[in-house]
């Protein structure tokens, strides 16, 4: 009896999974599938106490930086800096690399990914010296929003002491932006294979074109994308199976549906 209770049980919430992925037809819905996406095998480094400090000088980018007079902000992810010439800003968090995350494990190099709104230096730092291309620096300028730089930890290991240091500023930085700078996005994870790119970017253009279609259209476009939404499900089945190849193979499957569905 337990047992047929369990298998129904089981049976009930995925169908109710699907059910909230058939349903992805607004724009907001597709946000959440993108973080549901994310959090996969990635972890928010926004939830980890990101300080921020305004202004330039005295620089910041320092593995052994005076962190005295930053705050932890609420919301990492808020735009500075709005509408001010010349605006600019500090970022840092340090954290322990883990084990893994997520169920899907590669040989992969770790890698910070990281989306600014406007300019940014990044300084990635492992057990207090720089690590990566470029001695531990990586620039980034206009990023679209569907974009990432990665940065990758060289040799890192479980344990490791990792600080990210980012200056941000505004773009233009003359006469100032009217949306000022902010950090997008900034996760871990060993996602470097493209596929993981083709799906994000899959994702925004359907948001992007839900959020912006109006009346029949609207209607017809949550018609085409009705099905290979709820196919993005498969994504996840395949992630709690471990498999990383399996993984993979259905994220560029749910990707090239999604593309074929929104050019018809």
Same mark, same amino acid.
């Given at each position: 009896?337990?047992r047929q209770?369990?298998?129904c049980h089981?049976?009930c919430?995925a169908?109710?999974?699907?059910?909230?992925v058939a349903?992805a037809?607004?724009a907001?819905d597709?946000?959440k599938?993108?973080a549901r996406?994310?959090?996969?095998?990635?972890?928010?480094?926004?939830?980890?106490?990101?300080?921020?400090?305004?202004g330039l000088?005295?620089?910041l980018?320092?593995v052994?930086?005076?962190?005295?007079a930053?705050?932890v902000?609420?919301?990492?992810h808020?735009a500075?800096?709005q509408?001010?010439p010349?605006?600019v800003?500090?970022?840092?968090v340090?954290?322990?690399?883990?084990?893994?995350?997520g169920?899907?494990?590669?040989s992969a190099?770790w890698?910070?990914?990281?989306?600014v709104?406007?300019?940014a230096?990044?300084?990635?730092?492992?057990?207090?010296?720089?690590?990566?291309?470029?001695?531990?620096l990586?620039t980034?300028?206009?990023?679209?929003a569907?974009?990432?730089?990665?940065?990758?930890?060289v040799d890192?290991?479980p344990?490791?002491?990792?600080t990210?240091v980012i200056l941000?500023?505004c773009?233009p930085?003359?006469?100032?932006s009217p949306?000022g700078?902010?950090?997008?996005h900034?996760?871990?994870g060993?996602?470097?294979?493209p596929?993981?790119?083709?799906l994000v970017?899959a994702l925004?253009?359907?948001r992007?074109?839900l959020?912006?279609?109006?009346?029949d259209e609207?209607k017809a476009?949550?018609?085409?994308?009705?099905g290979?939404?709820?196919?993005?499900? /498969?994504v996840?089945a395949a /992630?709690e199976?471990g498999?990383?190849?399996?993984?993979?193979?259905?994220?560029?499957k749910? /990707?090239?549906?999604?593309?074929?569905a929104i050019r018809?």
């Amino acid at each position: 009896m337990v047992r047929q209770f369990l298998a129904c049980h089981c049976f009930c919430l995925a169908l109710l999974a699907c059910a909230s992925v058939a349903r992805a037809q607004t724009a907001d819905d597709v946000t959440k599938l993108l973080a549901r996406f994310n959090d996969l095998n990635t972890l928010d480094l926004g939830k980890l106490g990101v300080k921020y400090r305004a202004g330039l000088a005295p620089s910041l980018a320092a593995v052994d930086a005076d962190e005295s007079a930053m705050k932890v902000l609420k919301d990492p992810h808020e735009a500075q800096g709005q509408g001010k010439p010349g605006a600019v800003g500090w970022y840092r968090v340090s954290f322990d690399l883990p084990e893994k995350i997520g169920k899907t494990t590669t040989s992969a190099s770790w890698v910070v990914e990281t989306n600014v709104q406007g300019i940014a230096e990044i300084y990635t730092y492992r057990n207090g010296k720089p690590t990566g291309v470029g001695n531990g620096l990586t620039t980034s300028f206009g990023l679209p929003a569907n974009a990432w730089t990665k940065s990758t930890l060289v040799d890192a290991k479980p344990g490791d002491r990792i600080t990210l240091v980012i200056l941000a500023t505004c773009n233009p930085w003359g006469r100032g932006s009217p949306e000022g700078f902010a950090l997008r996005h900034l996760r871990l994870g060993k996602r470097t294979s493209p596929v993981y790119s083709y799906l994000v970017d899959a994702l925004f253009n359907v948001r992007e074109k839900l959020r912006t279609a109006k009346g029949d259209e609207l209607k017809a476009l949550q018609e085409k994308v009705k099905g290979p939404m709820a196919d993005v499900e /498969a994504v996840f089945a395949a /992630a709690e199976t471990g498999n990383a190849n399996a993984f993979i193979e259905a994220v560029g499957k749910s /990707a090239n549906q999604l593309n074929k569905a929104i050019r018809k």
